[in-house]
């Protein structure tokens, strides 16, 4: 009966899928935080840019 039982447990692979689906989603969110902080910088000077310039001609266009 023991021997049987621990033979099944041996056998059962369900768990390992669900621990290989927590390494991907793991790996995807790690990527996702790499990218998001890389393009962060660019992100904030592009917007920087385009305030300047809206500041500028919001100026131009009442006179000052």
Same mark, same amino acid.
């Given at each position: 009966? %023991?021997?049987?039982t *621990?033979? @099944?447990?041996?056998?059962? =692979?369900?768990?390992?899928? &669900? *621990? =290989?689906?927590? #390494?991907i989603? /793991?790996?995807?969110?790690? $990527? /996702? *935080?790499v /990218? #998001?902080?890389a ?6 000077? *592009?917007?920087?840019?385009?305030? =300047? @310039? %809206?500041?500028?001609?919001a &100026?131009? $266009? @009442?006179? @000052?």
């Amino acid at each position: 009966m %023991l021997k049987t039982t *621990i033979q @099944n447990f041996v056998r059962d =692979e369900s768990g390992a899928t &669900a *621990i =290989e689906y927590g #390494l991907i989603a /793991a790996l995807v969110s790690v $990527a /996702a *935080i790499v /990218a #998001l902080q890389a393009l962060g910088g660019s992100l904030s000077t *592009i917007f920087g840019v385009v305030s =300047e @310039n %809206l500041s500028s001609a919001a &100026a131009k $266009a @009442n006179g @000052n």
